[in-house]
């Protein structure tokens, strides 16, 4: 119960936080935005429509994508997610006469990326999204094995695209600007700020480096039976995954063991276990 109730609060903050990036920093500078949300911001501009009501009526094809080839707990996320970020949208719509940055774009597009970022981050570490393209590209993904993040950032530039036409290159500019910064904040919301390191170490004396690593640094090692290629000496491989600040600690211990150790470092995005903290 303890987990539904911090999910669904993850993404109500996630929505409002959102939300009130889009129309203090997006509106008032008229930036562009990816996805469905970007369409409905296009459309706010040329028509004044409300962006929070297209997004809802847009998003009602993508949902029942959600439904039909997802399942209904994929689909109930995705539509409190959407119908969330929506409402907030048009809910929060007064505060953009109110922007803090109004003739500072540069400035307004990197504090929106990290506003941004940490409200959609905070709904992806719940297991949500907004609609859109999160869905498409997760569609794509499934039907033809296609990074699902590739398929966002093409589609998403897809729309900006469509705004240059409309509107003038700064914007667009800015608006790339805005939406790199919300990605890098994003992943890190998800993933965690806790930088971690898988490491291969292929040595003659992996045993005695292993009983080292556990002792010094208190870090479960695993063995993987190894065969060279050209040789087909047969050795253990020794794999670790540390933190950040181990990385130097552990290159000392395997070194001054064996000099002729050979190492290879990994960036770890996700580490759920023992000795790290679960997501």
């Known amino acids: ?25 997006l509106i008032p500078n008229h930036f562009l935005s990816g996805g469905i949300t970007g369409i409905a911001i296009i459309l ?19 949902l029942y994508i959600a439904y039909h080839f997802f399942g209904k707990r994929y689909f109930f996320n995705t539509i409190l997610g959407t119908f969330l970020y929506s409402l907030f949208i048009d809910l929060t719509s007064f ?30 570490r719940a297991n949500a999204n907004t609609g859109g393209a999160d869905v498409v590209a997760a ?21 900006v695209l469509c705004g240059l036409c409309l509107f003038n290159f700064e914007v667009a500019i800015y608006t790339l600007i805005y939406m790199y910064i919300m990605g890098e904040v994003d992943n890190r919301i998800v993933t ?6 898988s490491i291969m170490i292929v040595s003659d004396k992996s045993g005695e480096i292993a ?5 010094e640094l208190g870090r479960g090692v695993t063995f993987i039976e190894g065969e060279g290629g050209y040789t087909h000496t047969k050795k253990r491989i020794l794999y670790v995954v540390i ?20 190492f290879i470092i ?14």
């Open 266 to 279: 990994a960036n770890a995005s996700e580490v759920n276990g023992k000795g790290f903290s679960y997501n």
């Open 44 to 62: 706010h501009y040329l028509f004044g429509l409300p962006i929070g009501m297209q997004n809802i009526v847009f998003n009602i094809p993508i």
């Open 95 to 124: 505060l953009t006469p109110y922007t803090p940055l109004h003739n500072n774009p540069m400035l307004s597009a990197i504090v929106a990326g990290v506003i941004s970022g940490i409200g959609f981050g905070l709904i992806l």
């Open 1 to 25: 119960m303890k987990k539904y109730a911090l999910q669904y609060t993850m993404i109500v903050c996630g929505a409002l936080i959102s939300a009130i990036s889009c129309n203090l920093f």
């Open 192 to 197: 965690g700020f806790n930088k971690r390191k």
């Open 211 to 215: 009983e080292h690593i556990m002792h």
């Open 243 to 262: 933190t950040l600040t181990q990385l130097s600690k552990i290159k000392e211990i395997a070194l001054k063991i064996d000099s002729k150790a050979f």
């Open 139 to 159: 569609l794509i993904r499934k039907l033809y094995s296609y990074n699902i993040g590739t398929m966002i950032f093409a589609l998403n530039c897809l729309i």
